[in-house]
């Protein structure tokens, strides 16, 4: 028996080819009434952007029908209407009678899937995500504007599987933002598992991603998990996605619309359930308008944006950083008027990572209770705010001084520690240990 919902009265559906989706915060929800083959009838208002529909548990909207996909379709609101996409499901997404992989609605509309009818009556009144009172999330800080608005989206977003792309300058605390979602949302007892996509040797990806099989390739001695694997049950954070090469981003759009992966060598798909997010300090958009990175990846892994501000455009939160960096590195100093007046005035190249190094620099260089403007060394010239200042060595412990030496050479590196190795003049070994003896992250 296929269940069927009566027509009469929808507006005829509008189906062009989905060609863009930009996510909107504020965004249009919709109710759906469903009528499984079985005869059960039910309603649901779903508050979400983007709506999941399949016959696995953890859908957004989950069916009990043996003819439809674990992860059937989707549906979400974007500037041009509600985009309705096929998963690659097993039986097809019809609308109209005619099968669909990407379509645009704008009216009520009936959605067959295998023996399942779902109506989707789109709502007319848009929510918005307004900015949150805290100065707080996690381990970012901010009074501004702009970060308290991004504060309310992680407030609302955080609960929900939704798949985050994180941009912004290097040093703005994208992986700040990874880890504070992972702690606020139902996966914090699960694992985080971070992939760092411009950080792995490029025929060495897909195994990292998604694992390998004994045998699969020359050094594979043995099986091996990827993060996929490693973050069941967790949260997936994958940096620098804008590197992944062309041939693997199918690959990776697969494993997030079906959420199953196929080691490196194997035969056999593995179910995961991950949330995925993604950082980039590239536009995405312009990468997929020359043609280096898949336009339907980039959808898939933009369901919500969240742009992060330069250090130098919320000037007004350095002050509360400066703060927050205190307690954690040295719990009763404080930073004096100067020094924060020093600080404001500052172009920040490295955002908050470089003042985060600024601050650990000074706190080790001074024995003062109390930061002052001239213990303050700034890794970049003049064109950028102050100068560096002459550092005197006097009375300084061997200690400090290379502690300080290698604050700076990973500042100047962009945290890139092989880099910072060749520039100290040491095996990345040694940095290691060297890093772990002070407590650097």
């Known amino acids: 028996m296929v269940a069927e919902l009566d027509p009469d009265g929808l507006d005829e559906p509008t189906l062009p080819l989905l060609t863009d989706a930009r996510p909107a915060f504020s965004y249009r929800v919709g109710r759906f009434v469903v009528l499984q083959p079985d005869g059960k009838r039910f309603e649901r208002n779903i508050d979400l952007p983007l709506i999941r529909i399949g016959s696995a548990p953890s859908n957004d909207l989950s069916v009990a029908d043996p003819s439809v996909s674990r992860h059937h379709c989707e549906i979400r609101h974007t500037e041009g209407g509600f985009a309705l996409r096929d998963l690659e499901s097993t039986n097809g997404t019809m609308v109209a009678g005619m099968s669909i992989r990407e379509a645009v609605v704008h009216g009520e509309v009936v959605i067959q899937l295998g023996r399942t009818a779902v109506r989707f009556i789109p709502g007319k009144e848009e929510k918005r995500v307004d900015a949150s009172h805290a100065a707080h999330f996690g381990q970012l800080a901010g009074r501004s504007r702009g970060m308290r608005e991004i ?198 190249p490295g955002n908050v990572r470089e003042l985060r190094n600024v601050i650990e620099t000074a706190c080790a260089m001074s024995q003062s209770k109390v930061l002052h403007a001239r213990d303050l060394i700034f890794a970049h010239d003049s064109e950028h705010g102050p100068s560096r200042e002459v550092m005197s060595l006097a009375g300084k412990t061997l200690e400090s001084i290379e502690h300080a030496a290698i604050m700076q050479t990973l500042e100047h590196c962009a945290g890139n520690r092989s880099a910072a190795a060749r520039a100290l003049g040491i095996a990345p070994s040694t940095l290691y240990l060297k890093l772990k003896k002070f407590n650097i992250a």
């Not at 998990?225 to 954070?237: I, K, S, V």
């Not at 798909?269 to 993604?278: G, N």
């Open 151 to 348: 504060f309310g989206i992680l407030e609302k977003i955080a609960p929900t599987d939704l798949t985050v792309s994180v941009q912004g300058e290097t040093g703005t605390g994208k992986d700040l933002v990874a880890r504070a979602l992972h702690q606020a949302s139902p996966r914090r007892k699960g694992p985080f598992v971070v992939f760092d996509a411009g950080a792995v040797a490029a025929n060495l990806i897909e195994s990292e991603l998604f694992g390998h099989e004994k045998g699969s390739f020359t050094g594979a001695t043995e099986q091996r998990q990827g993060a996929f694997e490693r973050a069941d049950g967790g949260t997936l954070f994958i940096d620098e996605i804008g590197e992944l090469a062309p041939e693997l981003q199918p690959k990776l759009l697969r494993a997030l619309e079906q959420r199953e992966i196929q080691r490196v060598g194997g035969s056999r798909r593995l179910p995961v359930d991950v949330r995925v997010i993604c950082a980039t300090n590239r536009s995405l958009l312009d990468e997929v308008k020359r043609g280096r990175f898949r336009d339907d990846l980039y959808f898939r892994i933009s369901v919500v944006v969240l742009a992060l501000p330069p250090l130098r455009d919320r000037r007004e939160d350095i002050e509360l950083l400066v703060d927050a960096i205190l307690q954690h590195v040295k719990p009763g100093v404080t930073a004096a008027p100067d020094s924060i007046s020093v600080l404001q005035n500052y172009d920040w």
